[in-house]
């Protein structure tokens, strides 16, 4: 099943509509917010995700000890990479997994491509994999002519309709069920369907099973490794991962190099945060452990099972200041969270990865024509970090690359400047005091009813799309005094 969907092959492909090049992220966003379906998709199911993730992790709990062990197994990982990697490889060659090292995306997709050439490949069922998304497995093999079906119903819809994915785990979320039904008749012989859950959910298991049943390859993803035994592990609610990965007679996964968990004790922890702030579940329905091809005696599994560790710009951010992004578990809790992505929606990043964790590893990969503007993209709310169950600190990412990569034209240029100066103010308290009482009176001037509608110089943008309250007469500092005097 050809489907190319790359800059060029639509409105939705990852570039401008009619394939003119990059859209600016302002431009994409905007036309996302004058989208009223797709405002209504996002608040609908992102709000049904936020509610499910409450219900499973309510406030005031213990749930900020689960984060803590979750970021200390995560940092402990990325601190020794070399060390647990090297032991995970050891151990699942000792399985029979066939190992591999893809330092680029190239090198991927030709690993792969080997494997499916040597083994007579044709059909290829593939389970949901952002990694392999990265590389864009999908589209090399079917520049072979091979035939590619995605098994998620989420990445089944995408793929019929041409587009990218829209979020790391709900890839269809901008679709309504009637436009699912539309897209799906192809499934049924051309019929129509209705858009009804159950219906399309059914109708599409029963195409999938002749498309699993008749598959040379499975190809899937990898949550995790553990180190301690040489297994890995895939997450479903749909159990397309376990079909995929036990069906054909050859396997190939695919994971992050840094994808990877020092023991068995602690995958559960791991476990809890990925599925608690992914989906609000206790568990997901389905969690796969594998251990290498089928053995005498076993009745199923793959005759040939291949592992490719994909390292594609993560080795460069070892032991630097962006390190921290290695943590992530691709649960998908920062978008989910993120006002940003509420009204832009994913295909506005223009990137595999969007949201709060994509405006960060997509520049630092370098996967986006549109990724230096990423960072700037975001209010820095820290809703984020606050719903990131590894506790990864993406605000302060974000601001590292802004430095970085500043905004550009004028207000990109001043910013550096802008902010020396008012860390000047700030460090002295008599020209802190002379420059808030400016502001003030600059502000209130322009106000209307206690609220600035058009904010002088840089803060006209701002105030495009919201008013300002005009700061109060008495600052906290002196009502503090007052305070302080009172109790005196």
């Excluded at 553990?226 to 592990?233: I, P, S, Y």
């Excluded at 389905?286 to 560790?309: A, K, M, N, T, W």
Aim: hydrophobic fraction near 40%.
């Amino acid at each position: 099943m050809k489907a190319p969907r790359r800059p060029g092959t639509g409105a939705d492909a990852r570039g401008r509509p009619g394939g003119d090049g990059p859209e600016p992220f302002e431009a994409a966003a905007a036309r996302a917010l004058a989208d009223p379906t797709l405002q209504g998709r996002l608040r609908d199911v992102l709000g049904r995700l936020q509610r499910s993730r409450r219900r499973m992790i309510p406030p005031h709990t213990a749930t900020d000890d689960v984060r803590e062990r979750a970021r200390l197994i995560r940092a402990e990982v990325i601190a020794h990479l070399d060390r647990y990697l090297g032991d995970f490889v050891d151990k699942a060659e000792a399985h029979g997994i066939r190992v591999h090292l893809a330092r680029t995306a190239a090198d991927a997709r030709r690993i792969v491509l080997e494997i499916a050439r040597r083994q007579g490949v044709r059909r290829v069922v593939k389970g949901k994999s952002m990694v392999s998304e990265e590389c864009e497995i999908r589209e090399a093999l079917e520049a072979e002519g091979i035939e590619v079906t995605e098994t998620d119903l989420g990445e089944l819809l995408v793929q019929l309709a041409r587009q990218p994915p829209s979020h790391l785990i709900a890839p269809a979320i901008h679709m309504t069920h009637a436009r699912m039904a539309e897209v799906l008749a192809p499934t049924a012989d051309g019929a129509a369907l209705p858009p009804d859950p159950k219906v399309l959910m059914t109708a599409s298991r029963r195409w999938l099973r002749r498309r699993f049943l008749q598959a040379d390859l499975g190809l899937t993803g990898a949550n995790f490794g553990v180190a301690e035994t040489g297994g890995f592990f895939i997450v479903t609610n749909e159990g397309n991962g376990r079909c995929c990965g036990t069906l054909p007679r050859v396997h190939v996964a695919m994971m992050g190099i840094e994808r990877v968990l020092p023991t068995w004790a602690s995958v559960p922890t791991i476990l809890q945060s990925l599925v608690r702030s992914a989906t609000g579940q206790r568990l997901s329905v389905y969690v796969s452990v594998f251990h290498g091809p089928r053995r005498p005696g076993e009745l199923h599994g793959p005759d040939d099972q291949h592992l490719i560790l994909v390292d594609n710009g993560r080795s460069g951010l070892l032991g630097g200041e962006f390190a921290e992004a290695l943590h992530c578990i691709r649960c998908g809790a920062c978008l989910n969270a993120c006002p940003i992505y509420e009204r832009a929606g994913g295909h506005a990043y223009q990137a595999v990865y969007g949201g709060p964790i994509g405006k960060v590893v997509t520049p630092l990969y370098g996967r986006s024509p549109i990724a230096e503007e990423l960072p700037h993209a975001s209010s820095l709310c820290g809703a984020c970090r606050e719903a990131c169950p590894v506790k990864i600190d993406i605000p302060a990412l974000l601001i590292r690359l802004r430095h970085q990569h500043p905004l550009p034209g004028p207000m990109g240029r001043a910013e550096p400047s802008l902010v020396r100066l008012a860390g000047g103010a700030m460090a002295r308290p008599r020209l802190y005091r002379w420059a808030t009482r400016l502001a003030r009176w600059t502000l209130a001037r322009r106000a209307l009813a206690g609220w600035v509608q058009r904010g002088p110089g840089p803060l006209a943008d701002w105030t495009r799309n919201r008013d300002l309250p005009v700061p109060d007469r008495r600052p906290f500092r002196d009502r503090w005094r007052e305070r302080r005097r009172g109790r005196s």
